[in-house]
């Protein structure tokens, strides 16, 4: 398996699909066998996994001479979330109502808003001006836990507004978030993963696929998938564009999905520990 998966991710990854549902905790040992399946070594598992609990994702506890990690509340609410936008089934409906956040974190502490506008293009946000950032979606709960996280409260105002003009909705949307490129890797991603569905469909079928090859495509296909979090504000379908391909890439992703769940997850009991 090629490099193309950075091993921060696709711990996430395998977090995500497998470790939440096994009691959410996983021996270290155990995770760099997984991930030795993607061709990353030892030291780079080591230091990924230090990494994500230094940045509060997740914790070690020791049992004996054995460290264990575990998904921290932050890391927890974070899995929860992007599990629920990767497994939906369709576009939120909409209220018709806009969130609007506006800040304003002093220079001296740029870097805080750099990393909180990582956040806010991951939850969906689109900005609409400078620091100015809007969403059609119900996100008060993760604004919340951002404004805690950052503890920024002094610097943040957060409004629930109706749009009164000058143009239509759409046109809002359009200065917001450029929905034809996320539409044109939609396209790629659909053109791509149907030809390798319908091959490994073929061979699953013939019994001619391991447990060990599922295991790898299922992780390496939730992985680029998930990358859609990232470029995908998750309009909803009265915002989108009418050639809007978001909905049949996630059909074919669920059907892949589940084609190779079963084999992957009996791969994944025979190393998990």
Not at 62 to 79: E, P, V
Not at 98 to 116: A, C, F, G
Not at 119 to 143: A, H, R, Y
Not at 210 to 231: I, N, P, Q, T, W
């Amino acid at each position: 398996m090629d490099k193309q998966f950075n091993t921060r991710s696709m711990i996430f990854t395998l977090y995500g699909d497998y470790i939440r549902h096994y009691g959410d905790v996983i021996w270290i040992g155990s995770l760099i066998k997984l991930l030795k399946e993607f061709g990353h070594n030892e030291q780079s598992v080591r230091t990924a996994i230090s990494r994500m609990s230094k940045q509060g994702w997740v914790q070690s506890e020791k049992r004996g001479n054995k460290s264990y990690y575990s998904l921290t509340d932050q890391g927890r609410a974070r899995i929860d979330e992007a599990s629920k936008r990767i497994y939906k089934s369709e576009s939120p409906s909409w209220d018709g109502m806009w969130r609007i956040l506006v800040y304003t974190i002093p220079e001296d502490q740029r870097h805080l808003r750099d990393e909180l506008r990582k956040e806010l293009v991951w939850s969906g946000f689109g900005l609409l001006s400078n620091s100015c950032w809007i969403t059609p979606n119900p996100l008060d709960e993760q604004v919340h836990r951002l404004i805690d996280k950052y503890d920024i409260s002094s610097y943040v105002s957060f409004f629930h507004a109706s749009y009164e003009g000058m143009s239509d909705p759409k046109s809002l949307v359009e200065k917001c978030w450029d929905l034809d490129e996320v539409n044109q890797k939609y396209s790629e991603f659909i053109k791509e993963y149907s030809e390798k569905y319908y091959i490994d469909k073929n061979k699953i079928e013939k019994g001619e696929i391991s447990d060990g090859a599922c295991f790898m495509k299922c992780a390496a296909l939730v992985h680029e998938y998930r990358k859609f979090l990232f470029v995908d504000p998750d309009l909803p379908a009265e915002l989108l564009p009418d050639q809007w391909l978001g909905d049949s890439a996630a059909a074919l992703f669920s059907d892949y999905h589940k084609l190779l769940d079963g084999p992957a997850i009996r791969f994944f009991e025979s190393v998990f520990e």
